[in-house]
């Protein structure tokens, strides 16, 4: 007979990790969990906790385990075929809607959308934009799709490789703002053998090359799908902020930018045409 306080004393993970595991085991939430610390729990939820307990221990993301993270205030479902969304890239999604905010109706596109974060995010915020999304994975897109349907999202999802998954749109779309979290670290990067990026699609993290080449393909492909005045922004790492402006300034963006996230790092790059 375990109770409450025993597991959560003896399952060897930090408190808070070890709380939110044991009220997902039990259904019950945290002031229930506090409550009755010394009640003898159902054997099968201790089971499925102590399950859990180990993968965390051997270092299974805590989204994964929980199957969900929240993200500009909403509960996104997430599995291993997605990235788990981060807090940084709420950054990406605030500028994206201080760009739209004087526009009616605006067009939007998130390109490698992954649990549909940004995009639903977006579309959440401005219910009258036409919001579309794409993942060259089709296991991501499930999970984009369910999310978008699970928070009442209009969320139209394609899938492609970057701008392909928009071809045979007739006519050709154009939109008032791109944005994009690619995968841009680079292959060599010792942090992809590291905490909870070893569990994350490799699709979804690295391009396999420098860590640039998914944003080079972003910012090249972008003129022929913006309007007049359109934004692209997109995430990267804490050291490409100036390459990334170099990209858009050679590919013809002005006003380029870089903002900085919660950390102090130049995290999102971003331009107009
Ligand atoms: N921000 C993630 C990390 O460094 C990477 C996400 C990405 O490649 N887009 O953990």
Aim: glycine share 10%; with cysteine.
């Amino acid at each position: 007979m375990a109770t409450a306080r025993e597991l959560i004393a003896g399952c060897g993970l930090p408190l808070l990790e070890a709380r939110m595991l044991l009220e997902r085991a039990l259904g019950v939430g945290r002031a229930w969990l506090i409550a009755h610390d010394d009640e003898a729990l159902p054997g099968d939820q201790v089971t499925v906790f102590l399950d859990w307990a180990r993968r965390r221990r051997d270092g299974e993301p805590m989204a994964y385990l929980l199957g969900e993270r929240e993200f500009m205030g909403h509960d996104f479902q997430v599995s291993p075929a997605v990235l788990i969304p981060r807090p940084d890239t709420e950054l990406l999604v605030e500028t994206a809607l201080e760009h739209l905010r004087g526009i009616a109706a605006p067009r939007v596109l998130d390109l490698g959308t992954g649990s549909g974060a940004i995009a639903v995010s977006i579309a959440l915020a401005r219910p009258d934009a036409a919001v579309e999304a794409t993942d060259l994975s089709a296991d991501a897109l499930a999970v984009a799709a369910a999310n978008a349907r699970r928070l009442g999202a209009a969320v139209a999802f394609l899938p492609g490789d970057w701008y392909e998954a928009l071809n045979g749109a007739a006519p050709a779309p154009t939109y008032d703002a791109i944005v994009s979290n690619p995968p841009y670290i680079a292959a060599a990067d010792p942090h992809l053998s590291q905490g909870d990026l070893r569990h994350e699609p490799p699709l979804a993290l690295t391009d396999r090359a420098d860590g640039l080449a998914a944003l080079r393909q972003i910012v090249r492909g972008a003129r022929a799908w913006l309007k007049p005045g359109g934004a692209l922004w997109m995430e990267h790492g804490w050291d490409q902020a100036a390459q990334v402006r170099d990209l858009l300034d050679a590919a013809g963006f002005v006003r380029v930018e870089s903002r900085r996230d919660l950390a102090g790092i130049e995290r999102i790059s971003g331009g107009y045409l």
